[in-house]
């Protein structure tokens, strides 16, 4: 990949890292439940989940999600109901925070680290506004006379490195409110609060259209 192309692909990575949506928010979540460590596990299932989404476009299924309408609804439909599962999940919650080294009350309620990391994977992994942005912005980077897989490698690792930052950072940002969230009132204002928005951006992917490209 030519220089000038990998760093026009990185500044277009960093904007789309930066742009609110399911993996911010679910960041965000993590952090203040749990803390910036524990939350390192969830970010690793999003950059997995980006990576999936990655090289299923680049390989060209992406474009046949996108041009079929029953697939594509399906894929849709699965990840809007999941983050709508997860935030009602979340909003539900009696489970407070736990501290970065702690076993909190957030820790016996059940989320392992397995569990993060397996949620991170399937928000990312079913969201149809990734798969959107793929499919639109990966051609305008690949060059059809160069090899495709060492281009798709590139992308891959420039894009996880650029979303691992950006997502620890939406994470620390959140973890650092910690102490506002102590008492029984603040934690069900919080759970109900990041339930909410969980649940918002699931409806909202209802309504994402096969011919307009978004942000994850």
Same mark, same amino acid.
């Given at each position: 990949?030519?220089l000038d192309t990998?760093?026009?692909?990185?500044?277009?990575?960093? =904007?789309?890292?930066l742009?609110p949506?399911?993996?911010?928010?679910?960041?965000?979540?993590?952090? *203040?439940?749990?803390?910036?460590?524990?939350?390192?596990?969830?970010i690793?299932?999003?950059?997995?989940?980006?990576v999936?989404?990655l =090289?299923?476009a680049?390989?060209?299924?992406?474009? *046949?999600?996108?041009?079929?309408?029953?697939?594509?609804?399906v894929?849709?439909i699965?990840?809007?109901?999941y =983050?709508?599962?997860?935030?009602?999940?979340?909003?539900?919650?009696? &489970?407070?925070?736990?501290?970065?080294?702690?076993?909190?009350v957030?820790d016996a309620?059940?989320?392992?680290?397995k569990?993060?990391?397996?949620?991170?994977?399937l928000? &990312?992994?079913t969201?149809p506004?990734?798969i959107?942005?793929?499919?639109?912005?990966l +051609?305008?980077?690949?060059?059809?006379?160069? +090899?495709?897989?060492?281009?798709?490698?590139?992308?891959?690792?420039?894009t996880?490195?650029?979303?691992?930052?950006?997502m620890?950072g939406?994470a620390?940002?959140?973890?650092?409110?910690q102490?506002?969230?102590?008492?029984?009132?603040?934690?069900?204002?919080?759970?109900?609060?990041?339930?909410?928005?969980?649940?918002a951006v699931g409806?909202? *992917?209802f309504?994402?259209?096969?011919?307009?490209?978004?942000?994850?």
């Amino acid at each position: 990949m030519a220089l000038d192309t990998w760093t026009a692909y990185f500044l277009a990575s960093i =904007l789309i890292a930066l742009s609110p949506g399911s993996g911010a928010v679910l960041a965000m979540s993590h952090g *203040l439940s749990f803390g910036m460590r524990r939350t390192r596990a969830t970010i690793a299932g999003l950059q997995i989940g980006l990576v999936v989404i990655l =090289l299923v476009a680049g390989a060209g299924v992406g474009s *046949l999600l996108v041009a079929s309408e029953l697939a594509f609804s399906v894929v849709k439909i699965l990840g809007a109901a999941y =983050l709508i599962y997860i935030g009602w999940a979340q909003w539900r919650s009696s &489970n407070g925070i736990a501290a970065d080294g702690e076993a909190g009350v957030a820790d016996a309620g059940g989320l392992s680290a397995k569990r993060r990391f397996f949620t991170g994977l399937l928000t &990312n992994v079913t969201n149809p506004k990734g798969i959107l942005f793929m499919v639109a912005v990966l +051609p305008q980077f690949i060059s059809p006379s160069r +090899p495709l897989w060492p281009q798709l490698l590139v992308m891959a690792v420039t894009t996880v490195a650029v979303d691992t930052v950006v997502m620890h950072g939406y994470a620390f940002a959140a973890s650092r409110l910690q102490t506002l969230f102590r008492n029984a009132r603040a934690i069900r204002l919080q759970n109900r609060v990041f339930g909410g928005m969980l649940m918002a951006v699931g409806a909202g *992917l209802f309504f994402v259209k096969r011919s307009h490209a978004a942000a994850h």
